[in-house]
């Protein structure tokens, strides 16, 4: 699914426009036809940039809201402007990459000391627990190759949905079945291959609906049990 853009982009996005607005009362001249476009570009840089100084990280195809303030702002300057940006988005391109990469080498460390760390998965019967310790355990990486490790790792996963006993549709086990045939061929191949997420993400989906009615489930038994009953 492509991320077209996050939560803090909305705020943001808010405030840059009551910014524009406020422009066009005050000074509007700065809003004629030919310099409201620098206008818009000088002001989505600036909040965007203070935004994210601040933590507040609002991205809109993956990009933040000052390098689209940027754009505009290339955009009026003109082909040296273009250049440019096509120039910054290649180099902010591979630190993104290298960034992302670096962050799921760490997650991965750390889901295979967790793996350790909690040793069996739950019993299948207290499902909110067995599929929380999936959730938290099944790593299926965007950006990290599928090592051998990576692979035999979730299929261990796999194999414990599988062996845990659970009423699956044959929907559900054509996901299971489609990414345990990827990892099987991923693990013996010669370069690890990349992601697949039209195989991956389909069990992402899976695992979070499954909790998601899992925990709904332990909530109304939860209701059912506390009701007192009538004489």
């Given at each position: 699914m492509v991320i077209i853009f996050n939560l803090w982009a909305?705020?943001?996005?808010?405030?840059?426009?009551?910014?524009?607005?406020?422009?066009?009362?005050v000074a509007p001249g700065l809003m004629t036809e030919s310099r409201s476009g620098w206008t818009i570009g000088v002001v989505a840089t600036l909040v965007g940039?203070?935004?994210?100084?601040?933590?507040?990280?609002?991205?809109?195809f993956l990009m933040p809201i000052w390098m689209i303030g940027l754009g505009i702002i290339g955009y009026h300057v003109g082909w040296?402007?273009?250049?440019?940006?096509?120039a910054l988005l290649i180099v902010g391109g591979i630190f993104l990459f290298r960034g992302a990469k670096d962050k799921e080498a760490i997650e991965?460390?750390?889901?295979?000391?967790?793996?350790?760390?909690?040793?069996?998965?739950?019993?299948?019967?207290?499902?909110?627990?067995?599929?929380?310790?999936v959730k938290k355990m099944l790593?299926?990486?965007?950006?990290?190759?599928?090592?051998?490790?990576?692979?035999?790792?979730?299929?261990k996963i796999l194999r414990a949905i599988r062996e845990a006993g659970l009423s699956l549709t044959p929907d559900e086990n054509a996901k299971l079945q489609t990414l345990e045939k990827f990892l099987v061929?991923?693990?013996?191949?010669?370069?690890?291959?990349?992601?697949?997420?039209?195989?991956?993400?389909?069990?992402?989906?899976?695992?979070?609906?499954?909790?998601?009615?899992a925990q709904r489930n332990a909530r109304r038994q939860k209701l059912s049990t506390s009701q007192p009953v009538s004489a």
């Amino acid at each position: 699914m492509v991320i077209i853009f996050n939560l803090w982009a909305i705020p943001v996005a808010l405030v840059i426009y009551l910014i524009v607005l406020g422009v066009e009362h005050v000074a509007p001249g700065l809003m004629t036809e030919s310099r409201s476009g620098w206008t818009i570009g000088v002001v989505a840089t600036l909040v965007g940039a203070v935004c994210d100084l601040v933590g507040i990280r609002a991205r809109v195809f993956l990009m933040p809201i000052w390098m689209i303030g940027l754009g505009i702002i290339g955009y009026h300057v003109g082909w040296p402007g273009i250049a440019a940006f096509v120039a910054l988005l290649i180099v902010g391109g591979i630190f993104l990459f290298r960034g992302a990469k670096d962050k799921e080498a760490i997650e991965w460390q750390k889901v295979q000391e967790e793996l350790v760390k909690a040793g069996p998965p739950p019993a299948a019967r207290d499902e909110v627990q067995f599929w929380e310790w999936v959730k938290k355990m099944l790593f299926l990486p965007i950006w990290l190759g599928f090592t051998p490790d990576l692979c035999q790792h979730n299929l261990k996963i796999l194999r414990a949905i599988r062996e845990a006993g659970l009423s699956l549709t044959p929907d559900e086990n054509a996901k299971l079945q489609t990414l345990e045939k990827f990892l099987v061929i991923s693990q013996s191949a010669s370069t690890p291959p990349g992601s697949e997420v039209k195989i991956q993400n389909p069990v992402v989906d899976l695992v979070d609906a499954r909790l998601s009615k899992a925990q709904r489930n332990a909530r109304r038994q939860k209701l059912s049990t506390s009701q007192p009953v009538s004489a």
